[in-house]
């Protein structure tokens, strides 16, 4: 069944102006049969800490300078524009070679606002750390630092909710990625007038081959749960609700450092949503598959990528994959397909200043209509010690 939509879709698309070259690109990617997780490493922002240094003080900082613009003409997500600027200064103790205390301010500030700044917080980490396993408790490595798919967590909340606190265990080394979290983010008092809201995930990534032609196979799970209730509040205008993400793929890897094309990546995924609890959507299960193929150089990398969802929602995951509207209340597209062309342009200009710029234009194939977006991003982290306490 699945396969006869595909192939009728198609054939609506290929009747557009558009039919010699997207009809080249369907057929030849859908033979690969694959999905790549975009790679976000030059946004990332891990903890900058070196275990080995004891007893020591220091100083770290993270900024990140954006402009992400949404050329979107649909009903599932209309476009805008980001442009701003965030900062996190933090003052660090090294208590020993397991322990860090890390604490500091979350500042952003949008272009054109009416207040100075659009948000300012204070962020605090007590990271333990041994044998590769990381223990984060207060701010987390969040948002993008997960490495889920865009489906499952919006690119965009790593500009507009970056900061996550809770708990987190993290490993990260070359023969696995694994990542599960509590992002608490709404507490609640007895007798509160709302109610409380958490997120929980899970990424759990082993590289089961790994040769020395540089082949690998990575197996991939992920999961997110999002809760909105408790037993204490007194609110009865917002419903509750218990919702499911979850995902299952493999990733494919050719590298070859010395090669123009430096890297190959095939990964097809499942994804499923299922509504558990509460009446916040229109659909209580969905499902979608996610396909891509990717090629990087040096500098620039090229996805190409097809999603087709049937009544697919996630909370926390970029809207446009959505069948439910997040800017027309009430509409919703049960079936959603889509083709992307994504170009990434990324360099690193100077030592720890990378920058980013990216094109992303995709086909929405049931309306045969063409929307865009690019992003530029320009980020400086660094960290260093004062000595010894």
Not at 32 to 56: E, G, R
Not at 354 to 381: C, Q
Request: glycine residues 8%; contains cysteine.
């Amino acid at each position: 069944m699945k396969q006869v939509k595909i192939k009728n879709s198609i054939q609506l698309f290929c009747r557009t102006r558009f039919k010699k070259f997207l009809l080249t690109l369907v057929y030849g990617f859908l033979g690969f049969l694959s999905f790549a997780q975009v790679d976000n490493h030059f946004l990332y922002d891990p903890a900058l800490t070196n275990f080995a240094d004891s007893n020591k003080l220091g100083f770290a900082i993270f900024n990140n300078n954006y402009m992400r613009n949404t050329e979107y003409y649909n009903k599932i997500e209309v476009g805008r524009t980001l442009l701003g600027y965030q900062l996190m200064p933090s003052l660090y103790y090294q208590a020993n070679s397991h322990i860090r205390l890390q604490g500091g301010l979350f500042v952003r500030k949008d272009f054109g606002g009416n207040e100075p700044f659009t948000r300012v917080t204070p962020t605090f980490t007590l990271k333990i750390q041994n044998n590769k396993w990381l223990i984060n408790f207060g701010t987390l490595e969040g948002t993008l630092n997960h490495r889920m798919l865009e489906s499952m967590v919006d690119i965009a909340s790593w500009i507009e909710n970056p900061i996550e606190n809770g708990f987190q265990l993290k490993h990260e080394s070359k023969s696995l990625f694994f990542d599960t979290w509590i992002h608490w983010e709404k507490f609640i008092e007895r007798g509160a007038n709302e109610k409380e809201v958490l997120t929980a995930g899970l990424n759990y990534q082993p590289t089961l081959i790994a040769s020395e032609s540089g082949f690998s196979f990575t197996p991939i799970t992920q999961g997110m749960i999002s809760h909105r209730g408790g037993q204490i509040d007194t609110d009865t205008l917002k419903s509750f609700y218990v919702i499911a993400n979850y995902a299952a793929g493999f990733r494919l890897m050719k590298q070859n450092p010395n090669a123009y094309i430096k890297e190959w990546r095939l990964e097809p995924y499942l994804l499923f949503y299922h509504q558990n609890d509460g009446t916040l959507y229109p659909f209580k299960g969905g499902s979608s598959v996610y396909l891509n193929a990717a090629a990087k150089t040096k500098n620039i990398g090229l996805m190409l990528s097809y999603w087709n969802g049937n009544q697919y929602i996630a909370p926390r995951g970029t809207p446009i994959y959505s069948s439910v509207s997040l800017d027309v209340p009430g509409y919703t597209e049960p079936d959603r397909q889509l083709l992307f062309i994504r170009i990434f342009y990324e360099k690193s200009l100077f030592e720890k200043l990378n920058l980013s710029l990216r094109t992303e234009p995709f086909y929405d194939i049931n309306h045969s209509t063409f929307d865009y977006s690019f992003s530029v991003y320009l980020t400086y982290g660094g960290s260093w010690n004062f000595g010894k306490k």
